[in-house]
């Protein structure tokens, strides 16, 4: 990883490279080829609002599964701080946590991804979500401040619309969910746009369908 390279990363590029020690072993992006991948930051292990996302990820772990979709923290924190933090998480909550956490003490893998804020802090991560697909593409990226905590099935659920759009072409629309109707792409031309208002699909108007 180019350790001087610390702009944020763009969706639909390469997501940047790294290798790291986690609670599971060395880990880096290449590990995660042909599966979607959700990394998030938290800004310290033994925080509240930090456990009750972890304990919502651990909760959801089996739904990301299904999906074909690994899920992997990071902190600026020591691994042994992480193992402390999630045996406590199970002994407390009764939750088990079994995605892995990286230990980021120089903080390359939260620079290299943007998620150093100096306005929020400079020597811990903000709340950041970054969602790869199996070929290593950044697809999506959410940030929260250190106060408000993420919402996990907004993260599965806007998981599931990557995969379904990537499927069919078609795009999602606000709170979307699988099964439900979805997005035609505009037309390009007026000869499409007169085409459109006799298809198929469920058209309000030339540029406005939904699949049925």
């Not at 990883?1 to 992006?29: C, V, W």
């Not at 290593?136 to 759009?165: C, D, K, T, W």
Request: charged share 25%.
């Amino acid at each position: 990883m180019n350790q001087q390279n610390y702009g944020l990363p763009r969706i639909n590029e390469k997501a940047p490279d790294f290798k790291a020690r986690t609670t599971h072993g060395e880990k880096s992006l290449k590990d995660y080829e042909g599966k979607w991948l959700v990394l998030f930051s938290h800004p310290a292990d033994f925080t509240p609002v930090c456990s009750t996302e972890f304990i919502g990820f651990a909760n959801h772990q089996d739904e990301f599964d299904k999906i074909n979709t690994e899920l992997l923290g990071l902190s600026i924190d020591s691994v042994y701080s992480h193992i402390a933090w999630v045996r406590s998480l199970e002994e407390n909550f009764g939750v088990k946590v079994k995605f892995p956490i990286i230990e980021d003490l120089s903080m390359d893998v939260a620079k290299a991804y943007g998620m150093i804020h100096p306005g929020a802090g400079d020597t811990s991560a903000v709340r950041a979500t970054f969602i790869i697909d199996p070929k290593g593409v950044l697809r999506a990226f959410v940030y929260y401040p250190m106060s408000n905590g993420r919402s996990i099935p907004e993260i599965l659920r806007l998981v599931q619309g990557l995969q379904h759009s990537d499927q069919t072409g078609f795009a999602t629309p606000e709170n979307w969910k699988p099964g439900q109707a979805c997005i035609v792409p505009p037309p390009k031309t007026t000869q499409e746009a007169e085409q459109r208002m006799s298809s198929v699909h469920d058209v309000t108007d030339w540029y406005f369908s939904k699949t049925k």
